[in-house]
């Protein structure tokens, strides 16, 4: 357990952020040299096959199999790259023992993650929580899973006695932005089916995800004195209130659960002649997801037939679908998680993800890839926290999945 403390720490005080206004990849130079640092740690603790693709941006390697008879391949995969949110200066804490108490974690700035606003705390006592200074994220996502790959690897290197087929692993950048896996080479890859590393709280085990896309609705209104405006100003801010109005009020993030998709409006920037909205809409369901974006268009045609022009366009990109609909053609990777995590008396909690790995992508590309809990919660933000303890049991939970996967 210490050892993936140290781990985790050592990687999350690496500022790896990606930017999404990069068109680079990686996104971020920072993130190129954590890969480049990983290579060569890989490499260090004695994998085989190390090597760093600048083209994609990701580090791949192979545990060689140990057995005198062929089973399926395994894979591993985490991202590198953290979210947006301040991530320079990650100042790490260990608090031992947790007691259940609220957690002040920068007394100067007055931060406190309280069991008010997160009863989940209380699952947590007598853990071992790696917390932050209240001004970064920790970065847990993903570097927990980083973490509990790398030691995962350790242990089988330094365990030859465990019997295992051909294990690979991946490491790569701009999960957080959407692009990571777009350009993952999946034959190369060359397993039979693979986990993303990239879930929270300890027993989550998902295969199904959103479908998910992004929307860019254009705005153009027309500028005059206000003293002389009657029947000719069109003020976007307005335009914008009322596309909004028009969507279903209670289907956003903070109204929604489970299978409930909904329509998130990220961010908006208006003159009185010139706006711009970003939503991203998100459905399990593939024909509710295609609904949801044909109801943005038919907003937009409805506001431009009564204002007379093309006052509201709207743009949409796919972002990736929902990976149940491969994996339920082969549910081999899920039972195989579920037997390792039995074995280990851990409960498995199979749930769908409020969101997507680039396990969504990867399925796509012809190998299955469920996700798989890290021990972490709160991701994204300065409440982010890990608890060794899960952290270790993902780590004994990957040991688990090779060794299931060698019985088959």
């Given amino acids: 357990m210490d050892k993936l403390i140290d781990r985790l720490i050592r990687y999350a005080k690496v500022d790896t952020r990606s930017d999404e206004n990069s068109d680079t990849i990686p996104t971020t130079q920072s993130q190129v040299a954590f890969l480049t640092m990983l290579e060569s740690e890989l490499k260090e603790i004695g994998m085989s096959e190390v090597v760093y693709n600048p083209v994609n941006g990701f580090v791949t390697a192979t545990l060689p199999s140990n057995l005198d008879h062929e089973v399926d391949s395994v894979g591993f995969i985490a991202h590198v790259d953290t979210a947006d949110f301040n991530s320079v200066n990650i100042n790490p804490r260990v608090i031992e023992n947790y007691d259940g108490s609220n957690i002040v974690l920068n007394e100067e700035e007055n931060i406190v993650m309280t069991n008010d606003m997160f009863p989940n705390l209380k699952d947590y006592v007598g853990h071992t929580l790696i917390v932050t200074d209240g001004l970064t994220l920790l970065g847990a996502d993903d570097k927990a899973g980083l973490s509990e790959i790398v030691e995962a690897m350790i242990y089988l290197l330094e365990h030859p006695e465990i019997k295992h087929g051909k294990v690979r692993v991946a490491f790569g950048p701009d999960e957080e932005i959407g692009r990571g896996a777009d350009h993952f080479d999946a034959p190369g890859f060359g397993t039979k089916y693979a986990y993303t590393m990239d879930g929270s ?5 998902e295969y ?28 976007t801010a307005k335009l914008a209130f009322a596309f909004d109005s028009q969507l279903p009020q209670d289907e956003v993030p903070e109204k929604t659960e489970g299978y409930e998709g909904f329509f998130l409006l990220h961010d908006i920037v208006t003159t009185i002649e010139d706006g711009q909205m970003t939503y991203i809409i998100r459905d399990h369901d593939r024909e509710k997801f295609e609904a949801r974006k044909q109801l943005l268009q038919d907003i937009a045609k409805n506001i431009n037939t009564e204002i007379g022009f093309e006052a509201v366009t709207v743009e949409t990109k796919d972002s990736y679908y929902n ?20 074995n280990l008396g851990i409960v498995p909690v199979i749930q769908p993800i409020r969101g997507g790995t680039d396990g969504s992508k990867i399925s796509y590309m012809g190998i299955p890839t469920p996700n798989v809990f890290t021990g972490c919660e709160n991701f994204h933000g300065k409440y982010e926290f890990a608890s060794a303890e899960n952290m270790l049991k993902a780590k004994q939970t990957i040991v688990e999945i090779i060794k299931e996967t060698a019985k088959n």
Avoid at 223 to 229: E, F, Q
């Fill in 201 to 205: 709280r300890l027993g989550e085990l």
């Fill in 208 to 235: 199904e995800c959103f479908n998910a896309a992004a929307a860019k609705v254009t705005l153009k209104g027309v500028s005059v004195h206000p003293g002389t405006a009657k029947d000719k100003m069109i003020n």
């Fill in 323 to 342: 990976m149940a609909d491969i994996i339920k053609k082969d549910m081999r990777p899920v039972e195989v998680a579920k037997r390792a995590m039995e």
